[in-house]
């Protein structure tokens, strides 16, 4: 359909108009788009001080009209090249993971478990479409209802599937007519989380799982999750527990966690490494997660002890270790003893206690301790970036100088502790400053849309939960982690995922230092999640990066519309000419956008974005 503008061209000029005329009229329209930003939001603070709401929609309808006037302008100059809107994907690929699919790796050869590992290079060269929800797809419940009852619709798992299931399963979750509850912190039962957790405090000398921190346990590893209870149940302890379970088809556990708004990711280690440093968690827990520990010449548990910090605890509970301990028992007048015990010793571990099927290990402090244990070497060189290496028959990080052990950290990092990490401490403290700064503004400016059915203007108070919509957000370029603390420190009821991009300075291992959840990724392949799983996607400087790694900003921005939930919000911050680009994109892919000046002086600008829920 035509625009007023595009009509009043027509009549005026019977013949195509000149090109000079063409870019009088592109400069005029371009002012005048700059015109209605500067009235908009002459920096954020003003918008802050808006009181009226209704400056979203006639802005949106003005913005809509000049891009629609802007786009018949540059048709009459380019010919009849449109930009078409992005098809979506059709019916199987609502529940799409690139980089998992176990047929085409299977028949590329990968076997030994390799065929459920991630392999990228096979999904490249798939055709552009949007993610669609399912058709029975609702708006997650928000928090704390959210965290508890799920609707059926958003998740892969029929009836069927789960009538099939475990037991444990079943104890663990409810399937009402279209909706899940988990039951696991009922206290009338015998196998609660909270008794889990309260258990494993005793076990390593605490009076209760409230004294964790103290203990240095901030950062938890949860290996095979199940549907992200115990991490739940940690969150609310302040303690930062990150599932990390293998890609499922169906009943995913990644994916019942993360639409239960709680921390996960997948991932696994049959051969490759996970994207973490060494020396990243203060605990690593595994609840019947299905690993044989003592396969693979203790490879696995290599893999753990990588991770952990020193001091840290290894938490396995398992029906099979019991059976084998009890087989060990009875055969120890031949001084047998079971594999998993044997290979612990080489990893310097000690066996703090067992209770039934739960076993307790405690990496040592003792850093020296490798040197005597001749069967397994030292790693050569630090494994500060590396990316789904395979893993290494070595003991890594015994020479870094991170090598601290969890009970000697406080829990702020100082300026000897930044240092450790090659970073300038003024850096790192005016880094913190400006987070505080921009998340209040980040607030003032979605604040009036963010919370649902809820009066509340720029500059009030946070309404309490059920309003907050906004449960988990990304920070696909998290630098050092600023903005996840800013949150922390303004008690802002969300958690972060800190994604650090391969190819930029890695600060990583500052993040997970700082008590934060963090993974190290490569922007130009997907992320290793399920569609649908976040609630806001924030990037400061990532577009420019892309652009020097040679990626696609379009395959960039449709993984992001894949991975972010209908109705949530997009935050880019960059420099003016990618966040042109980005702009002109969004439309491609359906999102209302809108970019905000600064008007700081520089050429840096604001990209604000909103998915649309597109039904079926």
């Known amino acids: 359909m035509r625009s007023p503008l595009f009509t009043k061209l027509s009549i005026l000029f019977r013949r195509r108009p000149s090109v000079s005329w063409l870019v009088l009229c592109l400069v005029s329209v371009f002012g005048l788009i700059a015109l209605l930003e500067s009235s908009y939001s002459s920096t954020f603070d003003s918008v802050a001080s808006s009181t009226n709401p209704d400056v979203y929609t006639s802005y949106r309808k003005l913005k809509k009209l000049v891009r629609n006037d802007y786009l018949d302008l540059n048709s009459l100059s380019v010919g009849a090249n449109w930009i078409k809107d992005i098809g979506f994907c059709g019916k199987e690929r609502e529940n799409y993971v690139p980089c998992y699919n176990v047929s ?64 444990m399963t079943k104890r663990l979750m409810l399937l009402e007519e279209n909706q899940i509850a988990f039951h696991s912190d009922d206290g009338m039962m015998v196998d609660s989380v909270k008794d889990h957790s309260h258990l494993i405090a005793e076990m390593i000398g605490l009076g209760s799982d409230a004294e964790f921190l103290q203990a240095g346990v901030r950062t938890i590893l949860d290996i095979g999750c199940g549907f992200g209870s115990f991490g739940g149940h940690l969150l609310s302890l302040k303690l930062m527990a990150l599932c990390v379970a293998e890609y499922e088809s169906s009943g995913s556990q990644v ?253 990583l291992p500052l993040i997970l230092d700082r008590g934060l959840a963090g993974i190290l990724h490569n922007w130009c392949e997907p992320f290793p999640t399920y569609p649908r799983t976040y609630d806001m996607l924030h990037a400061n400087g990532l577009l420019s990066h892309i652009s020097s790694q040679d990626c696609s900003m379009l395959e960039l ?13 997009i935050i880019l911050s960059d420099t003016l000419g990618p966040i042109e680009k980005a702009r002109m994109l969004a439309t491609q892919i359906r999102w209302e956008a809108r970019v905000i000046d600064l008007q700081n002086g520089s050429d840096q600008r604001l990209l604000v974005c909103q998915k649309p829920f597109t039904r079926k």
């Not at 669609?132 to 508890?148: H, Q, S, V």
């Not at 003893?337 to 044997?342: D, G, K």
């Not at 921005?557 to 919000?569: S, T, Y």
């Open 104 to 167: 085409a790796n299977t028949l590329t050869g990968l076997k030994d478990g390799e065929e459920f590992d991630r392999h990228c290079e096979l999904s490249r060269g798939q055709p552009h479409c949007l993610v669609r929800p399912p058709k029975d797809y609702k708006i997650p419940l928000t928090w704390p209802a959210g965290r508890d009852i799920i609707w059926s619709g958003n998740v892969r798992l029929t009836k069927d599937q789960f009538l099939s299931s475990g037991s």
């Open 557 to 569: 921005l449709l993984e992001m519309d894949r991975i972010l939930r209908p109705e949530g919000w």
């Open 255 to 507: 994916q019942f966690a993360l639409e239960r708004g709680l921390p996960a990711v997948i991932g696994n280690f049959i051969s490759k490494q996970l994207p973490f440093p060494s020396l990243s968690y203060d605990m690593v827990h595994c609840a019947q997660c299905g690993i044989i520990w003592d396969s693979k010449d203790g490879l696995f548990l290599i893999e753990i002890d990588r991770v952990l910090k020193p001091g840290g605890y290894f938490i396995l509970t398992s029906p099979t270790t019991r059976q084998q301990q009890d087989s060990s028992t009875s055969a120890k007048k031949g001084s047998m003893s079971i594999p998993l015990e044997e290979f612990t010793k080489k990893l310097c571990w000690s066996l703090l206690g067992q209770q039934e099927e739960t076993f307790i290990w405690q990496k040592t402090v003792n850093s020296q301790c490798y040197s005597s244990q001749l069967s397994i070497p030292i790693c050569k060189g630090e494994d500060m970036q590396l990316y789904y290496q395979p893993l290494a028959h070595c003991i890594s990080g015994t020479s870094s100088n991170r090598w601290v052990p969890i009970h000697d950290r406080s829990g702020l990092l100082n300026s000897t502790d930044i240092e450790i990490h090659g970073v300038d401490p003024d850096d790192f403290f005016e880094d913190s400053g400006f987070w505080k700064s921009a998340l209040r503004n980040y607030w003032s400016l979605l604040s009036p849309l963010i919370f649902s059915d809820h009066p509340k203007r720029p500059g009030e108070e946070d309404p309490l939960p059920p309003y907050n919509m906004v449960r988990n957000v990304m920070d696909m370029n998290a630098h050092y982690g600023g903005l996840n603390a800013a949150m922390l420190e303004a008690s802002k009821s969300v958690w972060v995922m800190n994604v650090v991009p391969l190819g930029a300075r890695n600060t």
